[in-house]
């Protein structure tokens, strides 16, 4: 049995059922899960581990519900820093389908270490192309190594045409591998280290058999489903020529509007398909900067929480976000939201915000709410109901921030808003299961720099060779 003690936070923010925020507060955990949030006057005196957590705001571990981890690899690439996302990928597959399982492993701890500096306990990543002697192994090794929580997708390129030949593995290989992974790594109850989705590449990249195949095996075994959807209006164009049906038409028909199911991006989507999401309960991931990044649009978050749509955050990429910094993404998504109310005002609303409407402060994104939904949205999207809070029984995921710094400095009299407003600052502790991963600003269970060192080689070696 271990103890955790984190005490004297000067707040304490729950993201509970009534979303209590806690002056001079901390929390008590044992084995991993949280036993107590309280005042730090009401908590045990001591622990196994100790946290003082002085001048520092304590909150929900940040969920990251999109990612391409291998990526890292290819971040600012110089031919595919000024395209949209056709030409965009079409650049970076000749570098990625030669990455070696060595730079896989370097790639993901270097990106989920990123992460977890910027406040992320548990991540999901997207792979779909195996090729060169990658598996996803590679990838779920290297997260255990850093010690973080990790929801890791098999997916899979089947079909030619927008992607390399080179990227197409065969249906048969695709899924007997989903098969393997699912039985040999999915675990399943509170405070799971790490799961398994099955994500096709996109719609574009597999058959209408292929998804119907994965999506009977993930609901054979309870996993959940993945792919991207309505990221650019390219997509939208393709389907109705190819498919005669829009996107998330043609994704009913093959039973992929469901709870079980979360889609990265969304952004073309008409009111009705929002409102569908909403009734069946399928989810979507919100992903700013990479949106921004490749001209993509703008995702309707407002509508889709106003539908009660699940919504969570994702940095994506890296190569299209060229970081893998989640609380950034937190800003990204206020500041994003905000700028959709300014270019397309309410139907009926001359202005964006008539001086006259008292209601008008509800229709802009508030910190709060970004912050919602990069912890409570992120763990709903991913059908987690043991992480996005911080609530006796709950895992004991959390992170800290320095509020006596540059950063934060005039901007205290809120604290929790400054965390959003502010530049995104580095945590000083980020806490997994009770374990310590980040220790006063530094990733504690590895050497990063030394990692740092070698994939910096793998990038190199991988970019002189295309
Ligand atoms: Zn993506």
């Known amino acids: 049995m271990t103890t955790l003690l984190a005490k004297n936070a000067t707040l304490v923010v729950t993201m509970d059922g009534e979303r209590r925020e806690l002056r001079d507060a901390g929390l008590f955990a044992r084995d991993g899960f949280i036993e107590q949030v309280a005042l730090t006057s009401e908590l045990p005196v001591s622990a196994d581990t100790v946290l003082d957590l002085r001048d520092q705001i304590l909150l929900p571990g940040l969920v990251n519900c999109h990612h391409h981890l291998d990526q890292v690899l290819t971040r600012n690439l110089p031919r595919a820093q000024n395209t949209d996302l056709f030409p965009w990928l079409r650049a970076l597959y000749p570098v990625l389908i030669r990455r070696t399982p060595d730079a896989s492993r370097t790639a993901t701890i270097i990106g989920l270490a990123e992460l977890a500096l910027s406040g992320c306990t548990t991540s999901f990543d997207h792979t779909y192309i195996f090729q060169n002697g990658c598996t996803l192994d ?124 979360w889609y990265a991006h969304a952004i073309h989507v008409n009111d009705e398909e929002i409102r569908l999401f909403g009734q069946r309960g399928t989810g979507v991931c919100h992903c700013p900067s990479s949106n921004m990044r490749l001209a993509s649009g703008i995702a309707p978050v407002k509508k889709y929480l106003e539908c009660d749509v699940k919504v969570g955050i994702g940095v994506d990429g890296s190569a299209s976000n060229d970081s893998s910094n989640l609380l950034l993404e937190v ?66 995921d959390f992170f800290t921030l320095d509020l006596n710094t540059v950063g934060y400095a005039g901007a205290l009299s809120d604290p929790v808003a400054a965390v959003v407003f502010c530049a995104p600052q580095h945590a000083y502790y980020t806490v997994v299961g009770g374990c310590l991963i980040v220790d006063k600003g530094e990733i504690a269970t590895l050497n990063l720099d030394s990692v740092i060192r070698e994939h910096n080689c793998h990038a190199a070696a991988l970019a002189s060779e295309v």
Do not use: N
């Open 138 to 261: 590679d990838q779920i090794h290297a997260a255990r190594e850093l010690g973080v929580r990790f929801v890791a997708a098999r997916g899979g390129v089947s079909l030619g045409g927008l992607l390399p030949d080179t990227c197409v593995e065969k249906e048969s290989v695709i899924l007997a591998d989903s098969h393997r992974l699912i039985q040999q790594y999915h675990t399943i109850g509170c405070g799971s280290m790490l799961q398994i989705v099955l994500a096709p590449g996109s719609l574009f990249s597999v058959t209408a058999d292929m998804m119907r195949e994965s999506a009977s095996l993930a609901r054979e075994y309870g996993v959940r489903l993945h792919t991207h959807l309505c990221e650019t209006a390219d997509e939208e164009r393709y389907m109705l020529e190819h498919f005669q049906m829009r996107p998330v038409a043609y994704l009913d028909t093959l039973g992929w509007i469901a709870d079980d199911v």
């Open 331 to 396: 800003r990204e998504a206020l500041l994003l939201a905000r700028l959709k109310m300014g270019l397309f005002p309410p139907e009926g609303s001359k202005q964006p915000f008539p001086s006259s409407d008292p209601l008008r402060t509800r229709e802009l994104m508030t910190a709060r709410e970004a912050l919602e939904i990069a912890t409570r949205g992120g763990a709903q999207v991913l059908g987690r109901s043991d992480i996005g809070a911080l609530e006796p029984g709950k895992c004991a």
